[in-house]
């Protein structure tokens, strides 16, 4: 369960760059399209979102969508549980970080305040942060714990017991 | 520090835990799914919008339809709100839907659904006051199909909205529409049946209803004067992947117009969000919205007109003296050219001021009065996390609620009805009732000052609120919904039920009648 829930933790974060990465793909595409001549207004966006591409790289806009109010959340929701049972001391905590960055994220994300929207963007770094960090101290914590069997002294840099 | 627990018992505290997560969200998930066949009248919540109650409904359709233990409760079915004139239709028309590819322009085709073989289908022009009986005929829309008559206050029974007035017409079905086409103006038709999809691929067509000759133009003499031999343009507007048509063309649409003579360019938004249009080379009128004349439109120039979606715009435009063509904008390359032939004009980038409608044209009589009303609804759409018919997702809600606990807004025949329309869910909607014109009284607390503005199809933006009134003077069953057709499959829809009326169809997955 320790390397479920540290793979999970990974795989957000993971996502969490995919969801930067599909943006600027279709935010590239979109300028390209009115470079050559293409007009975007709500009209056109709402058939498009409707499957009828306008130009190739708006792919990036729909899997931006999907993986953030989807994936994400539902692989947030199985950290929590993993969590659970992952025989980590503060993992639930940490998870729980995860989900309500998660959440927070969405909410930001769909408000239709541009601040907010910019936010969004402020929060991704952070989500991805906790997301790795989450991940990174069970590994981290493996490490000690054998060290410390072996009697080797651990770094003052390991993460602290929470 | 109190001892480490047992194994044991950190293991039941994980599963409490992760039972905690898993049960709420599985009960959610549960109870959203709706069954298989469900009626529109078991649906939401009732308000009253603090008006007198309504004994004919307390067992509205809620006991299983069994209506016989209620006293004094007549109720009438939808298929009853019939056009009440019997005889032969002023206008006739057949129209028949297929499934067939469409060649939009030299090398450019589309999976559509035509109407009599085009997409969009043909004009149904008729004169105000004229019977018209419309006969439907599905030949190959695998789903099935039927004609809502979008903007028309037709009878409930012709409205066209399946599993609510009518069965979704099968292949190889037919569904006879009748109604009276009582107000002048620019309409429009498209399917109610799986509309965000059929409507998308061109199961659509215009309506024109031409005024009496020698009605008065609410316009003024102006107008009058300039529609007496002005040209008459159907301009529907519709999006193909990339391409923009008019009437089922990409590019421009050539017009003739002779120097000086005006052209009406009814603009039909038959797509799923609002449409910028401006004129170039030419100042222009907004002569109607939603196919309400307005009252003393004034010229304007450098103006765009916001054509919510499922709205329409009639714009009055004079052909240039000097011998160019002005240019209708509708976005992109599509444009109307009116002008004498070989004539060229100008385009223009979209204007940075937008006309108001608010402010827009002379005031003149509302004919109701909406400081008395009987009944005041709120319909406040937000949005949030949750499930409808078990899928995962941001939903809108309204009032609060989501899909299917949406509000049952019941009134009575003449009640005069007040609505306030709040929109805190992050996105616009365009926001359309069947059935009834409605008045916009007011915006974020602003009120209307300009020519009264009727609609039927209202862009409500993020963070706005609109005051509508309408007199509930159609009874039946009437979707209130968003015309971001996809917005409606994922919930975004409302009833307007009148007291003591019912109806036998049924939707839901087992029915095949699935209206959005």
Known sequence: ?162 | MAAAPSPLARRALAGLAAAAVVVPVTVLWQTSRLSAQYSVTEMGVVELGSGPRVPALADHGRHGGDHADSPGASLVTVDELVETRTGPADVAVTLTARSERVELAPGVDVDAFTVNGTTPGPTVRATQGDLVEVTFVNESVPDGATLHWHGMDVPNAADGVAGVTQDAVPVGGTFTYRFTAEDAGTYWYHSHQVSHEQVRRGLLGAVVVDPVPGAPEAGGPDVAELLRDAVDVTAVVHQFGPHRTVQGTPGETTVEVSPGQAARVRVVNTDNGAMPVWVSGAPFRLAAIDGTDVHGPQEVRDEAVVVTAGGRADLLVVAPDDGTAARVELGGSAAVVLGPPGATGEPTRRPATTLDPLTYGEPTPLGLDPDTPTRSFEYSIGRRPGFVDGRPGMHWTVNGRSYPDVPMFTVRTGDVVRMTIENRSGEAHPMHLHGHHVVVLARDGVAATGSPWWVDSLDVGQGESYEIAFVADNPGIWMDHCHNLPHATEGLLAHLMYAGVTTPYLMGSATGNEPE
């Open chain 1, 1 to 162: 369960m320790r390397q479920v829930f540290r793979t999970l933790a990974y795989v957000i974060a993971a996502g969490v760059v995919v969801q930067a990465a599909v943006m600027v793909y279709a935010i590239s595409g979109l300028g390209n399209f009115i470079d050559e001549g293409g007009v975007l207004d709500k009209a056109a966006r709402e058939a498009s979102m409707e499957g009828q591409a306008m130009f190739p790289e708006e792919v990036g806009f729909m899997l931006h969508f999907f993986n953030g109010a989807m994936i994400i959340p539902i692989l947030a929701i199985l950290l929590l549980i993993a969590s659970f049972f992952a025989k980590i001391r503060g993992a639930w905590k940490w998870a729980l970080a995860v989900l309500l960055l998660v959440a927070l994220q969405i909410t930001l994300g769909m408000s239709g305040v541009p601040f907010l929207g910019a936010l969004h963007g402020v929060n991704a770094l952070i989500l991805f942060s906790v997301a790795l960090y989450t991940g990174w101290r069970v590994a981290a914590r493996s490490r000690s714990t054998r060290a410390a069997a072996a009697g080797v002294p651990t770094t003052p840099a390991e993460p602290l017991p929470s």
